[in-house]
């Protein structure tokens, strides 16, 4: 984990708080305890080991269709201006990774239909950073974390790759979190851990709730000391509060879980692993008769043949059913492999976190770069917004491979959500093929090719309803100068839906430059 500078974090709490006219309040002690946690870890940072990037960038870019639809197209021309900033070491008791932006630009409000396109979205903040203070030693720590990110505020409707529309399916999320814990060993047999956590998130779109979670959690486990054995037992406390603007109260989510863990090295290359506890929930769009707590318990290993591999697998039931998962890592020289399955509980909010994107990265973990030398990201963040609980079942597979001059990678998911206040189920997949191919010392271009499809299932209220997604990215990077690129890219984007008045096509094209320092 990591910590931010506060100048960082107030500018983007900034935004959200003239967004929102926030009073002072929990968000605003909350704000003010990041702020002051970055405040004193600043000084302790001078000291070790940092690295620090900043770029600007300046582009053009032209559509045919602003308002993504298909009845009575409208073209524009839009300026954007994207300062950035990347911050990633520790020093001292310190640590900090920070990734940020801001895009300016100057989309013109017009009537697109429905009441959309008349308020732009003028500026689009987005940050994630993790920061960690230790403030007394090796007892006392702080976390404390920002995200701030663009998403649709209704995945089954149309929305664009990009935040330059003006169709009114954007929300901006803005999510802080701070939480301090206690750690310490017990005679030498076991670390005891204690942790309250306080998260805020807020959401630009009226549509989208906002709300606050506290949790609590205590565990105690055993200590690497060579022996083949290890346990653990924890419990989880998490209370979860939606505003209601409707009537001006608030409702809650409490979810409580205890449960005891152990595992077993047999050898260097095999572990085996289970647990078994309790659930205790209680949520309040859930009807009486729907069981939402009960046994859970997991067995399996963790297989680990060589350096570059790794399994893990588990088998396991909770009170909605079955809640098993699949892990497998591979690496080898040129390429990079891995395989995720897992079903579990979840709420909309945590979805909204977990799913912003997934980057695409080369076999070493480095990031694609589109035409404004930003990372490149397959957007996932597809979530309904409800109260309700949420069984998620999803299915994640990436392959990244790279040689030379030439990388290559693919990246998928398919999800299957059951909402458990009406059974009600849709499925979400998402695809993306990525080639980058640097053809001189000074020139890199890129294509992407992404795919997405959404459908309503069983119990919705449109059921058997489909929307797919295309977009076809081709990309140039020439290099001017050392810390200076030109940046040029065309791309086409397709909706075909079972709702007519909700298809568009799109054509864009963008030239920029990028200065870095």
Excluded at 382 to 406: C, F, H, L, N
Excluded at 492 to 508: A, F, G, K, P, T
Aim: hydrophobic share 30%; net charge negative.
């Amino acid at each position: 984990m990591a910590s931010q500078p506060a100048d960082i974090v107030t500018v983007g709490s900034s935004v959200a708080i003239r967004k929102y006219k926030l009073e002072i309040g929990h968000t605003g002690f909350l704000l003010a305890g990041i702020s002051g946690i970055f405040l004193v870890a600043a000084p302790l940072a001078r000291a070790g080991d940092w690295n620090t990037g900043y770029a600007v960038s300046a582009q053009e870019v032209y559509t045919d269709n602003i308002c993504l639809n298909d009845d009575g197209k409208t073209d524009e021309w839009v300026t954007t201006v994207t300062p950035s900033i990347n911050i990633n070491g520790s020093g001292g008791r310190s640590q900090l990774k920070l990734s940020g932006l801001v895009e300016f630009n100057d989309l013109s409000a017009r009537d697109c239909g429905g009441g959309s396109g008349d308020k732009p979205d003028h500026v689009n903040p987005r940050l994630t950073a993790d920061g960690n203070l230790e403030v007394y030693r090796s007892a006392l720590f702080v976390d404390a974390s920002s995200r701030i990110q663009q998403n649709r505020a209704n995945p089954d409707r149309a929305s664009g790759d990009t935040n330059l529309n003006l169709n009114g399916n954007t929300n901006t999320t803005y999510s802080h979190t701070i939480s301090p814990y206690l750690q310490r060993e017990v005679a030498g047999l076991a670390l005891v851990n204690l942790r309250y956590t306080y998260n805020t998130q807020t959401n630009s779109a009226n549509s989208v709730d906002d709300s606050d979670e506290e949790a609590v959690v205590l565990s105690l486990g055993s200590i690497a000391d060579g022996t083949p054995f290890t346990w653990g037992v924890s419990g989880t406390y998490r209370e979860i509060t939606y505003d209601d603007d409707n009537n001006g109260s608030n409702l809650n989510d409490r979810l409580a879980t205890v449960v005891a863990t152990a595992g077993y090295r047999v050898s260097n290359q095999l572990q085996l692993v289970g647990s078994a506890g309790e659930d205790l929930n209680d949520f309040e769009v859930v009807g009486s008769d729907q069981e939402v707590d009960g046994s859970r318990w997991s067995a399996g290993f963790i297989y680990q043949p060589n350096s570059r591999t790794q399994i893990h697998v588990e088998k396991g039931e909770q009170f909605f059913g079955d809640s098993s998962s699949v892990d497998i890592e591979y690496r080898h020289k040129h390429s990079r492999f891995s395989f995720n399955y897992s079903e579990s509980l979840t709420l909309s909010r945590d979805l909204r976190l977990e799913e912003f994107d997934f980057l695409v990265v080369d076999e070493n973990g480095n990031p694609f770069l589109d035409q404004n030398g930003q990372p490149i990201y397959l957007t996932q963040a597809q979530v309904v917004d409800t109260r309700s609980p949420i069984i998620d079942e999803r299915y994640r597979a990436g392959y990244t491979w790279s040689r030379g001059r030439t990388t290559l990678s693919f990246i998928g998911a398919h999800s299957v959500r059951e909402e458990l206040a009406d059974s009600s189920i849709r499925e979400y997949d998402t695809f993306s093929v990525a080639a980058d191919r640097r053809v001189s010392p000074k020139t890199n271009i890129t294509a992407r090719c992404s795919y997405s499809r959404n459908k309503e299932g069983q119990n919705t209220p449109r059921e058997g309803f489909e929307s797919e997604q295309r977009s076809l990215n081709l990309g140039l990077r020439h290099s001017l100068g050392r810390r200076t690129d030109l940046n040029l890219n065309v791309s086409r984007s397709e909706r075909m839906s079972d709702d007519s008045n909700d298809e568009y096509v799109q054509h864009r094209f963008s030239v920029g430059v990028t200065a870095r320092w």
